[in-house]
């Protein structure tokens, strides 16, 4: 820990999955906190690569690879976005499971000085499966974790 | 949204305080409205207000005023940390329940809580005032861990 936790040119870590959801938490977080440098994140699903392993005996490294290769695309389409929304944006991809730990581990790595998640960053039988990864990453991270939930209006499920 | 004021929630812990800390140099300058809400009734004296020589009324307007005393000592170290802060004081049960109503009120940008963990008795009884008010308010949480 440093002497103050809330150095200020710390970046911000933006959590990113390509849904509705992580959009509008972009969206809002550039409102409160842009112009700062922020890393945008996607993390993709280690299971993936472990079901291929386990089913095939080998071939993991290539599913690895092209899990990496999409988290990527996909941070880079948020980073797009945290740029439109006024922030010093690049893009960062991982691969974990649980997913709040591979955001806490990169969270550590940069050093964050918040981390944002959307709210609903796992729907359906992931959130049943995983528990909800804004709670566990604000129980995990040990930094404050913005939490934002999906615009009022647009959802209409 | 840039108008809209930040709602800290200020309990005294040191969670809070490392709440400020947070917002002062994530949000700086902005208008910080500092909450706290005591409970209605504490343990001790939901039971001691079953006896008529205290009514309960009394236990509740002693709680406003310890709520405000609180607040107003956030405030001021939110002042401290550069923040235009100002207090407000409620009782209420459950206590997430107050701050999603104040942040309405207010029209809060964001609300910023402190995370006490999970070790208090009152965390046990309430569950987690953090995940309640991410639960049932529309609106951007902050949620800071103590320092």
């Known amino acids: 820990m440093s002497d ?33 440098r922020a890393v945008v994140l996607d993390v993709g699903p280690l299971d993936l690569v472990a079901e291929t ?90 930094r404050p974790v913005l939490v934002v939930p999906p615009p009022p209006a647009s959802s209409h499920a | 949204m840039p108008d809209t004021p930040i709602l800290i929630c200020y309990d005294g812990s040191d969670a809070a305080d490392s709440a400020i800390a947070a917002v002062a140099t994530l949000l700086p300058s902005r208008h910080a409205i500092v909450l706290d809400v005591g409970p209605v009734l504490t343990d001790t004296e939901s ?19 310890d709520a405000r005393r609180n607040a ?11 923040l235009d802060a100002e207090a407000r004081a409620g009782v209420a049960a459950p206590t997430w329940e107050a701050i999603v109503d104040t942040a309405n009120d207010v029209d809060a940008a964001v609300i910023v809580l402190g995370s006490r963990g999970l070790d208090g008795f009152r965390e046990l009884l309430e569950g987690s005032v953090s995940h309640a008010v991410v639960e049932h308010s529309k609106r951007p949480v902050l949620i800071v861990p103590p320092a």
Request: charged share 20%; net charge negative.
């Open chain 1, 4 to 36: 103050n936790p809330f150095v200020a040119d710390r970046p911000i870590l933006i959590c990113y999955d390509g849904s509705p959801g992580a959009q509008h938490a972009i969206a809002v977080a550039g409102a409160l906190l842009k112009g700062r």
């Open chain 1, 53 to 142: 392993y386990a089913a095939a005996g080998s071939g993991a490294a290539d599913v690895g690879q092209a899990v990496y290769a999409g988290a990527l695309a996909q941070a880079e389409a948020g980073a797009e976005l945290a740029r439109q929304a006024g922030f010093d944006a690049e893009p960062r991809a991982g691969i974990d499971a649980p997913t709040w730990r591979g955001i806490t581990e990169v969270a550590n790595d940069i050093d964050a000085a918040v981390i944002v998640l959307g709210s609903e960053g796992r729907t359906g039988l992931d959130e049943l499966l995983e528990g909800s990864v804004s709670h566990d990453v604000a129980e995990h991270a040990h």
């Open chain 2, 47 to 65: 039971i001691a207000a079953l006896s008529p020589v205290m009514p309960g009324q009394g236990f509740e307007d002693e709680n406003l005023d």
């Open chain 2, 72 to 82: 107003e000592v956030g405030a001021e170290r939110a002042r401290q940390a550069g």
